[in-house]
């Protein structure tokens, strides 16, 4: 069956260090595949996309990898601030009609303290 | 440049009842999706507008319908409505240009409407 998992529901760090995300997938072939970041009560917004031929990409303190090898995409948050603190959301990029645009991961909760 | 807005906030409907939710797109874009989102999940796909025409649909009961407007803002209709409707439903704009979304268009979401049914 196909199956989009974020492995940690929840995620607590320490103010200044590195938060690391994973999204694992099986049975999809995804060209694309994007993060959003979701505050309580709000829509998800925007964070990065990377595709299928790109291995990590980045912006200020965000890195993205994508490994289709191993179906797994890493999200990284260097020097993390509490203001970080939200629901991180994956999502694979695989337009297939009744699957809709994106198929998102349930997310993971990351808590970071000062 | 406006954002993608979204009608009402909060909604608490009675079971068996019928809820529509409105969603206005990011201006210049032509692709509307509609998204529920139960507590604790990711956003599930409802279906997507494109210019007016429903492109999609996902594995949701025809109960839930949708309109697209010339002005590209969109409708959720949801008939005879049951206590698991009871979520968080998101709206998404995209810019498809000339096509409908494409692979890569990052979407940009509404705040959403908080649909509660008791």
């Known amino acids: 069956s196909q199956k989009i998992e974020q492995n940690s529901e929840a995620l607590n760090i320490q103010e200044g260090k590195t938060a690391t995300l994973t999204c694992n997938y099986t049975n999809y072939s995804p060209a694309y595949l994007q993060w959003y970041r979701q505050d309580p009560g709000r829509g998800p917004v925007f964070l990065l996309l990377i595709r299928e031929n790109e291995k990590e990409k980045r912006k200020e303190r965000l890195k993205v990898t994508f490994d289709t090898t191993l179906k797994q995409s890493l999200f990284h948050i260097t020097a993390s601030q509490p203001a970080d603190s939200a629901t991180y959301l994956c999502?694979?990029?695989?337009?297939?009609?009744?699957?809709?645009?994106?198929?998102f991961g349930k997310g993971t909760k990351l808590s970071v303290k000062p | 440049e406006t954002g993608v807005t979204q009608s009402p906030t909060h909604l608490i409907k009675t079971r068996g009842q019928q809820v529509t939710l409105r969603c206005s797109s990011q201006s210049g874009h032509n692709t509307v999706s509609w998204y529920q989102q139960a507590l604790g999940q990711g956003p599930q796909f409802i279906f997507q507008?494109?210019?007016?025409?429903?492109?999609g649909r996902g594995n949701f009961p025809p109960r839930f319908s949708g309109l697209q407007f010339p002005n590209y803002s969109s409708e959720l209709n949801v008939n005879a409505l049951e206590l698991d409707d009871s979520a968080l439903y998101l709206c998404?704009?995209?810019?498809?240009?000339?096509?409908?979304?494409?692979?890569?268009?990052?979407?940009?979401f509404g705040p959403g409407t908080r649909l509660t049914v008791t």
């Open positions: 998404a704009s995209s810019s498809g240009g000339q096509q409908p979304y494409l692979r890569g268009d990052e979407q940009y």
């Open positions: 999502a694979l990029d695989i337009w297939g009609g009744s699957q809709g645009n994106l198929i």
């Open positions: 507008y494109y210019r007016e025409e429903e492109n």
